[in-house]
């Protein structure tokens, strides 16, 4: 479950009202690393995952803190792959943006904002394996928020754009570019596909809540 895209859906869908006695906790990343962005919950329920700077997935739970999980390249074990250089060397390093689980299969599927789509099977120290940098022959220019349908098993992921790299962010965002894409990951069949061409502020939104997204049966009304 990726906890960020499914309280944008909270937060835009229905009021919510937090306690006065509700109390927070900080929960530093550990060494030189920035950039946690999404993150997500297996089915034990227990702690999360998050994807940081230098390609570096990490796992979460209270009584242990912060544990490398896994990673997306083998360069990513580096500390080369740390902090500022991390950022810089994301060809290199890799930058998970969205992540979700298949609760049944207990694969962690990540869109990777420069490397593409990736999976890691639940095994601590894995190196995540690429599944698709590109569709219909155009490589993947800045992959963004990801969500699994566990009842099908379809992966869903959006692009931030088409045009401009995950380093331009902030180009894409004065421009107001609207070239981003959402896509449909089969794994029974191995395809990717485009389902939607963001060529509008309302579909730019829709993909912004992809866990609603997910959860409304776009699958079921498309099969």
Known sequence: MTLSIFLISLLSLSPVVFSDDASFQKLPVPGNRSGTEAFAIDSTGKGFYTGVSGGKILSYTPGKGYIEFAYMTKSSKSQWCDGALGTANAGKC??????????????????????????????????????????????????????????????????????????????????????????????????????????????SWLCRQLRWFVRAGWSVHQE
């Open 94 to 203: 890799g930058r998970p943006a969205g992540l979700a689980f298949n609760d049944i299969t207990r694969e962690l599927y990540v869109a990777d904002a420069v490397l593409g789509l990736h999976v890691v099977h639940a095994v601590f120290g894995s190196i995540a394996k690429k599944i698709a940098d590109s569709v219909d022959g155009k490589p993947f220019v800045f992959l963004d928020g990801l969500d699994v349908d566990n009842t099908t098993g379809v992966v869903y992921f959006t692009s931030f754009s088409s045009k401009f790299s995950a380093g331009d962010v902030l180009k894409a965002v004065a421009s107001k570019d609207a070239t981003g894409k959402l896509f449909k990951y089969d794994p029974s069949k191995k395809v990717v596909t485009v389902l939607l061409e963001l060529r509008s502020k309302r579909l």
